[in-house]
């Protein structure tokens, strides 16, 4: 997967992710994100690494996402490895 497309996998994702009313507050406050944040850093790649992270957290996230964004899940760990940073794991 090229980092465009990686790119473009995490960004459907937080789509999903914002339309969530029960999920998007959780993100919020597990993130420290606001809503202006969201917007701001939805190109940044450290951010969509962070957003895939989190619904990775709970394989019915991950399911759910892809169902309605019409993504593979097997493919969201590598999307998350081809954004920019993303293969360096931190386990802090």
Excluded: H
């Excluded at 465009?4 to 507050?25: C, D, N």
């Excluded at 951010?47 to 019915?60: E, P, Q, R």
């Excluded at 993504?71 to 590598?78: C, F, G, K, S, V």
Aim: charged share 15%; hydrophobic share 55%.
């Amino acid at each position: 997967m090229t980092p465009e497309a990686a790119e473009t996998y995490a960004l459907k994702v937080l789509g999903w992710l914002v339309s969530e009313a029960e999920i998007l507050p959780i993100f919020m406050g597990s993130s420290g994100s606001s809503a202006a944040d969201i917007k701001a850093r939805a190109q940044d790649a450290d951010f969509l690494i962070a957003v895939l992270d989190f619904v990775m957290l709970d394989d019915a996230w991950v399911l759910a996402a892809c169902k309605a964004s019409g993504l593979a899940p097997e493919a969201m760990q590598i999307a998350r490895q081809a954004l920019p940073g993303g293969s360096m794991v931190n386990w802090t």
